[in-house]
């Protein structure tokens, strides 16, 4: 069984900031890609920022410029730093990750953790 669980969610004051991560445990051999995604009340969940085992990553443009996501690979935990945080980032963030359960790519899985609220009050 593989448990993602996130923490550094709360409240904030637009313009200010917050520091979300997100630890992978359980029996699995890594995790891939990982990511954040978000969903507003009445909204569609979305694609927040993705890291690679590499360290590649990507951000939606509504967030770029202002989060960092980043990873510790040798612990299995991922990172995003918010910054100049505006009200319409207001939503549940999710932890997001690709494991292998074993060594080959069929082993694939995704995982989500069970969400951190940030709220940016104006």
């Known amino acids: 069984q593989v448990h993602l669980v996130e923490s550094g969610g709360g409240l904030v004051q637009a313009g200010g900031s917050l520091r979300l991560s997100c630890a992978a445990s359980?029996?699995?051999?890594?995790?891939?890609?990982m990511g954040w995604y978000r969903q507003a009340p009445g909204k569609q969940r979305e694609l927040v920022t993705t890291?690679?085992?590499?360290?590649?990553?990507a951000y939606a443009d509504s967030v770029k410029g202002r989060f960092t996501i980043s990873r510790d690979g040798a612990k299995n935990r991922m990172y995003m730093q918010m910054n100049s945080l505006k009200p319409e980032d207001t939503a549940v963030y999710y932890c997001?990750?690709?494991?292998?359960?074993?060594?080959?790519?069929?082993?694939?899985?995704?995982?989500w953790g069970q969400g951190t609220q940030v709220t940016v009050s104006s």
């Open positions: 890291i690679t085992r590499d360290g590649t990553t």
């Open positions: 997001n990750a690709d494991v292998r359960l074993g060594l080959d790519a069929s082993s694939s899985r995704v995982y």
């Open positions: 359980g029996t699995f051999f890594f995790t891939t890609t």
